[in-house]
Each structure stands twice: as C-alpha cells, then as structure tokens.
C-alpha cells in the first residue's frame, strides 16, 4: 500500500492507496499550532495513527506485523524555486524545513525512506491536465471527485446535465471514502484540498510503483 502526504504548517493531507484504489484520506488542522516544532508534534500523533492502523496486526491487539502494510510513502515535494505571485523565501525555507522534519517522522516510525515528487509530476502521472488560467486545486480536486465517483458502477451523466454535480452527487450518497463538506458560500471547506493533493500524491506514487515493478519483472 502506498502512503501519499501532502505537507502543510497550515493543513497536512493524507491518503492511502491500495491495488489502485483510495482506502483512506484525512487531514490535520495544524494552523491552532505555533511554530514547526508545534506543529509536528501534533502531526507525529497522527502519523503515529498511520503505524499502529497500517503496520501492526489489529487481528491480535496490534501484536505482530500487518498482512498487508504500507510499504512505499510519497511526500509532495515543496517548490524551491521563485514564481511571479508565489510564495516568499521565507515561507518556502519554513515549508522546507516542515517537509524534512515530516519525512523524519515518518522515517523513524515506519523505517521507509519516503519519495518525494512535485505536484506537477503527480498530477501528470495520475492523468490530470490543468487547462491554462485555471488553478491547479481546483482541477484536482473535481478530478478525485469525478474519478471516484465515475468507478462506482452505474454512474452516468444525463445529456444537459453538469457532471461535476452528478458526480458529487453520486459520490456522496454510494461512496463514503472521499467526502467534502461546504461553506454557507459553497465552497470545499478548509482542508478539502489538502486531502484531494494528498490522494494524487498517493495514486502516482502506486503508478511509479507499478512502473518499477513491470521495469524489473522477468520476461
């Protein structure tokens, strides 16, 4: 299983995936928490979460090891680099700093060297194009929503209808593994995105597995 996080000192997203599909996503708020060190000493709470559902047998009170553990974790590499309206150094050096202290933890509890790719890659790699003039986080999550939503068996889009509300609407009443709540203005709210990059970093992450099994595997 492939353990995808998508790094934030305001909100961190998790998901895994399993034989190509989404078995979990969550998020932790870490904006009450001042400071990285703060911030990761609650984020390592729910890291530690991660170890004990994933790596140890819940069939026998968590002794022994999982059958089927997470063995491959992807973390959404951070931009270094500047942008016209990005992020100041500043920022960038403290979510660096964030990012190197999140792969620690997740290194020292689950002894996994994670691999880290850039959210362009990623949603190249997942098969998301983001039209020019539209914003990536968007586009990625009506995409986790359509996706989902589309491989439940049955889903169509009535001629004249918009696919992203039958979509949701879909995925909302038959499947409880992705969901998002609205604002009063409807608007995803806070932390909707984060899960939605974390499941891309996810399903790339179990492509790039994929694609080095097939590279290696006997002819």
Same mark, same amino acid.
């Given at each position: 299983?492939?353990?995808?996080?998508?790094?934030?000192?305001?909100?961190?997203?998790?998901?895994?995936?399993?034989?190509?599909?989404?078995?979990?996503?969550?998020?932790?708020?870490?904006?009450?928490?001042?400071?990285?060190?703060?911030?990761?000493?609650?984020?390592?709470?729910?890291?530690?979460?991660?170890?004990?559902?994933?790596?140890?047998?819940?069939?026998?009170?968590?002794?022994?090891?999982?059958?089927?553990?997470?063995?491959?974790?992807?973390?959404? &590499?951070?931009?270094?680099?500047?942008?016209?309206?990005?992020?100041?150094?500043?920022?960038?050096?403290?979510?660096?700093?964030?990012?190197?202290?999140?792969?620690?933890?997740?290194?020292?509890?689950?002894?996994?060297?994670?691999?880290?790719?850039?959210?362009?890659?990623?949603?190249?790699?997942?098969?998301?194009?983001?039209?020019?003039? &539209?914003?990536?986080?968007?586009?990625?999550?009506?995409?986790?929503?359509?996706? &989902?939503?589309?491989?439940?068996?049955?889903?169509?889009?009535?001629?004249?209808?918009?696919?992203?509300?039958?979509?949701?609407?879909?995925?909302?009443?038959?499947?409880?593994?992705?969901?998002?709540?609205?604002?009063?203005?409807?608007?995803?709210?806070?932390?909707?995105?984060?899960?939605?990059?974390?499941?891309?970093?996810?399903?790339?992450?179990?492509?790039?597995? &994929?694609?080095?099994?097939?590279?290696?595997?006997?002819?």
């Amino acid at each position: 299983m492939i353990l995808g996080i998508d790094v934030s000192t305001s909100i961190t997203g998790f998901a895994v995936v399993g034989d190509g599909q989404l078995l979990h996503h969550s998020m932790i708020d870490l904006r009450k928490h001042k400071g990285v060190f703060a911030k990761a000493g609650a984020l390592r709470e729910h890291i530690t979460d991660f170890f004990e559902n994933y790596q140890l047998d819940q069939d026998h009170d968590g002794w022994g090891k999982s059958k089927f553990p997470i063995e491959h974790i992807y973390i959404e &590499q951070p931009f270094t680099f500047f942008n016209s309206g990005g992020s100041s150094a500043k920022t960038m050096a403290i979510l660096q700093r964030f990012n190197d202290i999140v792969s620690w933890l997740v290194y020292e509890l689950f002894e996994i060297e994670p691999e880290y790719i850039l959210a362009t890659q990623a949603r190249k790699t997942a098969g998301i194009r983001v039209p020019r003039g &539209q914003k990536a986080k968007e586009v990625v999550l009506k995409y986790i929503l359509a996706t &989902q939503a589309r491989k439940t068996a049955g889903i169509r889009v009535p001629r004249g209808q918009k696919a992203k509300e039958v979509v949701l609407k879909h995925l909302l009443d038959t499947e409880p593994a992705f969901h998002i709540e609205y604002t009063k203005h409807g608007n995803p709210v806070a932390g909707s995105y984060d899960k939605a990059d974390a499941i891309v970093v996810a399903k790339a992450g179990y492509i790039v597995e &994929q694609q080095k099994e097939d590279t290696i595997a006997p002819i």
